[in-house]
């Protein structure tokens, strides 16, 4: 009976870390295109500035 316990309550920890990690790796994605966007367009705006 504490096999079956154990094995539910793993099942549940991991179930709970890949959907901590998943929505971790759409943060960092959504992190990485927002700055490197604002790098992009900062660089075409000094670009304009001084050309």
């Known amino acids: ?12 920890l991991d179930l709970f870390s890949m959907g901590k990690s998943f929505i971790y790796g ?5 992190l990485f295109i927002v700055i490197g966007g604002t790098l992009f367009y900062g ?9």
């Open 43 to 51: 660089f075409l705006f000094l670009k304009n500035l001084i050309f």
């Open 1 to 12: 009976m504490w096999k079956v316990i154990d094995t539910y309550k793993n099942m549940l």
């Open 26 to 30: 759409f943060v960092m994605v959504g």
